[in-house]
T-cell receptor, first 117, second 112 residues
Framework: GAVVSQHPSRVICKSGTSVKIECRSLDFQATTMFWYRQFPKKSLMLMATSNEGSKATYEQGVEKDKFLINHASLTLSTLTVTSAHPEDSSFYIC?????????????FGDGTRLSIL | QKEVEQNSGPLSVPEGAIASLNCTYS??????FFWYRQYSGKSPELIMS????GDKEDGRFTAQLNKASQYVSLLIRDSQPSDSATYLCAQTGGGATNKLIFGTGTLLAVQP
């Protein structure tokens, strides 16, 4: 149980392109989804927390107009990197939690490796 | 600033030995702790969760929590080369959400 699907797994595109990443909870309802980015040999950096039906909460220093998050249903959240540039190249990972308070673990998708040329 | 600290390693152990991974945290309010394993180029995978003082065992893995000392550890018995990965310690950030605060991870290398 607790399977989170994320796609695409890899994106290579030109600078200026907008890229959408989908995160789906397959066998549970995810009241909260989280978006992280990770640079090589670094730990995960939380970008934003997304609750179904409400605006995402962004971490300090993360541009909300650059990284658009939509959590339209209990099983789907999307992250759109708008007008991506080479410095946005990174490993983006989503996670989902079924609610029930702080004891509930987060379950991670397989990640999306984004390369901007 | 809530922090979770881990030794970055690498921690090198021979195959069959016990690997001991340690983590300290600063937020006394947090009640929930997690260990994730992350293979190179992959996303984290939940290994263990622990909420109460003491030990929790699951197969070859044992998590230990000491809230008085603000210390959580993960023991891996009979270590295998396939256990070689980065192990991330995480705690919830407090409050109603289960937003996680991650340590920087410890790289474990099990030598065959």
């Amino acid at each position: 149980g607790a399977v989170v699907s994320q796609h695409p797994s890899r994106v290579i595109c030109k600078s200026g392109t907008s890229v959408k990443i989908e995160c789906r909870s397959l066998d549970f309802q995810a009241t909260t989804m989280f978006w992280y980015r990770q640079f090589p040999k670094k730990s995960l950096m939380l970008m934003a927390t997304s609750n179904e039906g409400s605006k995402a909460t962004y971490e300090q220093g993360v541009e909300k107009d650059k990284f658009l998050i939509n959590h339209a249903s209990l099983t789907l959240s999307t992250l759109t990197v708008t007008s991506a540039h080479p410095e946005d190249s990174s490993f983006y990972i989503c996670s989902a939690s079924g609610g029930g308070g702080p004891n509930q673990p987060q379950h991670f998708g397989d990640g999306t490796r984004l390369s901007i040329l | 600033q809530k922090e979770v600290e881990q030794n970055s390693g690498p921690l090198s152990v021979p195959e069959g030995a016990i690997a001991s991974l340690n983590c300290t945290y600063s937020d006394r309010v947090s009640q929930s702790f997690f260990w994730y394993r992350q293979y190179s180029g992959k996303s984290p995978e939940l290994i263990m969760s622990i909420y109460s003082n003491g030990d929790k065992e699951d197969g070859r893995f044992t998590a230990q929590l000491n809230k008085a000392s603000q210390y959580v550890s993960l023991l891996i018995r009979d270590s295998q080369p396939s256990d070689s990965a980065t192990y991330l310690c995480a705690q919830t950030g407090g409050g109603a959400t289960n937003k996680l605060i991650f340590g920087t991870g410890t790289l474990l290398a099990v030598q065959p």
